[in-house]
């Protein structure tokens, strides 16, 4: 079946450092990827998403590769800012025809100036 | 410019005392669906509704239903709050089945008292 794994957390980082969340997949086919973030209390929003193999999804400083090789999408960021502090899950959704969403179990990042 | 709206946004209800969970989109998507999200845990889709065509996941208890009166509106009704019940609710929308990006709204948070 599909899963998703990804670095534990919580991730605790000082203002303008580099980010790197880990996210590695087991999937049948060439599933579709996705980062989606959760602030406090709120629901998720997509962040980025790769469809197919060495594509590069970004958005807001953030990036993350689909590598087809070492079936991972590690997300990162250059410079981080205290705004950033949320819950990123990485997910991917399998083949045509296939709704399901599979989720990380999350990670939590805290950026503190 | 909201597209994924939930109402109300916390929502506190008693042991057993039924309890309506709304959501609105103004994408114009086919496919309609509700994820639990219980404290630092990953959504679970709970069921969704593709078109007027229900689709329950099969680790869905009975207590959660759905109704999507229109393309626009679903709702999730819950008939016997249990303690275990309180969570996020989240709602999220999609074009179509398969590899579409879902879209999510901001959330309901229950609290079962």
């Known amino acids: 079946g599909n899963s998703v794994t990804q670095m534990e957390g919580p991730v605790t980082l000082s203002e303008e450092a580099f980010l790197t969340i880990n996210c590695t997949y087991t999937a049948t086919g060439y599933p579709s990827l996705f980062w989606y973030v959760q602030y406090p209390g709120e629901g998720l929003q997509l962040l980025l998403k790769a469809t197919k193999a060495d594509d590069k999804g970004s958005n807001k400083g953030f990036e993350a590769t689909y590598r087809k090789e070492t079936t991972s999408f590690h997300l990162e960021k250059g410079s981080v800012q205290v705004s950033d502090s949320a819950v990123y899950f990485c997910a991917l959704q399998s083949g045509a025809g296939s709704y399901q969403l599979t989720f990380g179990k999350g990670t939590k990042l805290s950026v503190i100036p | 410019d909201a597209m994924v709206i939930q109402n109300p946004r916390y929502q506190v209800t008693q042991f057993g005392k039924p309890v309506t969970l709304s959501c609105s989109q103004t994408?114009?998507?086919?496919?309609m669906y509700w994820y639990q999200q219980k404290s630092s845990q990953a959504p679970k889709l709970l069921f969704h509704y593709y078109d007027k065509d229900f689709n329950n996941e099969a680790d869905t208890p009975d207590n959660f239903q759905s109704r999507r009166p229109n393309t626009s509106f679903c709702f999730l009704d819950i008939r016997s709050p249990g303690l275990g019940d309180a969570a996020m609710y989240l709602c999220?929308?999609?074009?179509?089945?398969?590899?579409?990006?879902?879209?999510f709204g901001p959330g309901t948070r229950l609290l079962v008292l």
């Open positions: 999220a929308t999609s074009r179509d089945r398969g590899r579409e990006t879902q879209y």
């Open positions: 994408l114009n998507h086919n496919v």
